[in-house]
């Protein structure tokens, strides 16, 4: 079965195709994030469903047009939800979608992440070592003068230039906001994540899934595993406003909503 990541969504001839849910949602929570979109867009298409007790099962032969994500999730079935979304985000289909949106000008190359933030180090220690050999060695106050400008600005530059997402990438997260809302279950979870909270309420509470699935849900840092690859990073990374440009959420998800849920024949999704 092929891994190569496809774009999810299409644009017009010669245009940039908008980034498809799995694709945001990994820019936003990482690929645990995606996986759990993938799940959910399963439970949709009604591909796949989940149990009162959280195990995720397929239903019927994988349908045409299925995304490389969601066939890695149906080829580990079955298998409890908190599994299947960790096992998934650690696939070779979520490797392929990182280098998919690092090649699209989303993500920031890993190795320019780390350049940018070694230069900010050494740039702050030369900063601090001019003020204290002007003290020490009595050199012209002028240098302790201009380094600690000099340091400030030159951190915060490369700070930027060192986040996990490019600007493009950042506007894609803000796109996705106004899309987040109960309606829209698959993006409410792409945003948020199943254990992130709208208007005091767990999404997955919002969603109708069931405590017992619930409990499958782990939830990830948000530092591990976001090289080149995710707003906040993590595995399923939780997301800072500031980061992100876009959620406040604190997991990754995937759900389905609706009254099938409380019956167990509905889907949910790991958390941060």
């Given at each position: ?28 929570g ?10 959910v ?11 009162r ?12 047009g ?10 580990r079935?079955?298998m ?22 690092v ?5 920031t190359?890993p190795?320019?992440?780390?350049g940018?933030?070694t ?6 220690a ?5 003020v ?24 915060i ?16 997260v803000?796109?996705?906001?106004p ?8 993006a ?26 619930a ?9 591990g ?23 406040g ?24």
């Open positions: 079965m092929a891994t190569q990541w496809t774009p999810t969504s299409a644009g017009s001839a010669g245009s940039t195709p908008e980034p498809g849910l799995e694709e945001q949602g990994f820019l936003v990482g690929p645990g994030r995606a996986a759990e979109v993938a799940v867009s399963l439970v949709e298409a009604s591909a796949a469903r989940i149990s007790g959280g195990l995720v099962s397929a239903v019927g032969r994988p349908r045409a299925t995304s490389p994500l969601g066939s890695a999730v149906l080829r079935l079955p409890s939800l908190g599994d299947v979304i960790i096992a998934t985000a650690s696939s070779a289909e979520a490797q392929s979608l990182r280098q998919y949106l090649g699209s000008g989303l993500v190359p190795g320019r992440r780390q940018m933030r230069a900010r180090r050494l740039l702050i030369a900063a601090v070592a001019t204290v050999a002007t003290i020490v060695l009595e050199l012209p106050f002028w240098l302790a003068l201009g380094a600690v400008p000099v340091g400030v600005v030159g951190a530059v490369l700070g930027r230039a060192g986040r996990p997402l490019t600007a493009r990438g950042r506007d894609v803000k796109r996705l906001k899309l987040a809302v109960s309606p829209n279950r698959i409410l979870v792409a945003y948020y994540g199943l254990l992130g909270k709208v208007e005091r309420h767990h999404v997955w509470e919002v969603l109708g899934i069931g405590p017992a699935a409990t499958t849900l782990r939830r990830r840092s948000n530092r595993g976001s090289n080149g690859g995710a707003s906040c990073g993590g595995g399923c990374g939780s997301c800072s406003s500031s980061s992100c440009g876009g959620s959420s604190d997991s990754g998800g995937s759900s389905c909503g609706g009254s099938s849920c409380g019956g167990g024949g509905c889907g949910g999704g790991g958390g941060d």
